[in-house]
């Protein structure tokens, strides 16, 4: 029997999962294992909070909104900025180890856009991974439902989200199906890089939570702002290792082929300037030829304070004390997504979204470093008390069905490919018109040819939501934060607010 039915094993899951089973029982669906398939595991960069002496809640908000485009939400930033201490306080206190200064306080580092150094690290360049390790401790002791199961779509009573159906394997081609009702529904599902043949998220960040609400009829928003980072390892891995932002930060420079500065000229900023300025300039020198690397050989202690990055060189057989580290941009990180209020609430009654899948208005057109983990606790807290004030307690059902043995699924990874090099060409760092409308008639075709042996599949997902950025960069005629168009490449003010889309 369960209360709140959450969906998705990240940061943001993990989170509102642990607050709402002190108050009423909570099942977790999670595609994968705990701790797989969850890009949380893979931040390096860190969690951004004013705790520093020198910095302040307003200082962090101001630097929030300094990069977003003008799109920022005002009063959901200024509740990021001001929750941010205590929910760092609340991982520390469950077992959250961060790296700390000779004097026993937070070690505070830079990243590019932040005007103080309010970067918590853990390990490093581990953030994520100690993060959700405390998370999944936490889980495993609490008195949480665990199912490991796909959700293929919302079960709806009139617009009402009551609950969710999914599909779970047992092994030797047998599988079930599920159907749990529940008071509120949350879905926490990740994001969508995955969409992208260059990108730091893993396989499973294939928009499945932004699928499963347009299909319902949910409310979306924002959803042609798709966050590049500039730093990905290019040495031919899928998905791509993240160099992470703070290794600027210490000092670290792009630079091309023959040793050239790749910012110098091109923002006041340099190396530090805003995310989507520096994709850009990386992707742009990738067209040329150019050869885009990040030179990290003069940052002292570099295997000590970088392990993970400094791993994922030796693996590709670079040494970085000697060499620079070839880079690409990467998809990393959705803006847009379920449209929700403050509180998580979509505009479905008994629909909440969190974690990367939602779109509070935070980050505007683009995204401050460092900010996504910090909003996955700040929201999930809200999320979490908004359930525990408004659920009944009254759907409770559970209905499991043995599903006929399969004949085996037919092979689609052909067709998964090609979604992904149309997004990353033709939906990517840089569109146009043109580029836009291909990309919709290639969807169309690839459509067709599958007919419909890709029903509820990562697959469709993919489709669905590619289809629906491609649609909303198309509407958008200008260029703002991470959405660049060639055709209109400044930015308009008769397009200075946040777009919604519904999926008919």
Known sequence: MTTALVVGAGAAGLAVALRLCEHMPVTLVCKAPLGHGAATGWAQGGIAAAVGADDSPTLHAADTERVG????????????????????????????????????????????????????????????????????????????????????????????????????????????????????VVLATGG??????????????????????????????????????????????????????????????????SGRSLMAERDLRGDLAPRDIVARAVFEASLQGRRPALDVR????????????????????????????????????????????????????????????ASTGVHGANRLASNSLLEALVFAARVAEDIRQTAQGNRCVMRVTPLPRSNGQPNLQAFHTKVREVMYRDVGVIRDAASLERALHEFDHIEAALGTQASHTPLANMLLVGRLIATAALARCESRGSHQRRDFPLTDTRFAQRAHLRYH
């Open 192 to 257: 969508c890089g995955h969409l992208f043949s260059y990108t730091t998220n893993p396989p499973e960040a294939t928009g499945d939570g932004i699928a499963l609400a347009a299909r319902a009829g949910a409310d979306l928003i924002d959803l042609e702002f798709v966050q590049f980072h500039p730093t990905a390892l290019a040495v031919g891995r899928d998905p791509m290792p993240l160099l992470t932002e703070a290794l600027r930060g210490e000092g670290a420079r792009l630079v091309d082929a």
């Open 298 to 357: 003069h940052i002292p202690d570099f295997a000590q304070h970088f392990p993970t990055v400094y791993a994922e060189a030796r693996a590709a057989h670079l040494d970085p004390s000697h060499d620079v580290l070839p880079v690409a941009s990467a998809a990393h990180y959705h803006m847009g997504g379920i449209t929700v209020n403050d509180d998580g609430r979509s505009s479905l009654p008994g629909l909440w979204a969190c974690g990367e899948t």
């Open 69 to 184: 485009g003008g799109l920022n939400d005002h009063h959901a930033v200024e509740i990021l900025a001001t929750e941010a201490a205590q929910r760092i306080a609340e991982v520390i206190a469950l077992g959250a180890s961060f790296d700390r200064a000779s004097d026993g306080s937070l070690a505070l580092g830079q990243e590019a856009a932040h005007s103080r150094r309010r970067i918590l690290h853990a390990g490093g360049d581990a953030t994520g991974r100690e993060l959700l390790r405390t998370l999944i401790s936490a889980v495993r002791h609490a008195p949480i439902t665990i199912i490991e199961a796909t959700v293929d779509e919302l079960l709806l009573d009139g617009n009402r989200v009551i609950g969710v159906r999914a599909q779970r394997t047992l092994g030797n081609e047998q599988a079930e199906r599920i159907e749990c009702e529940a008071d509120a």
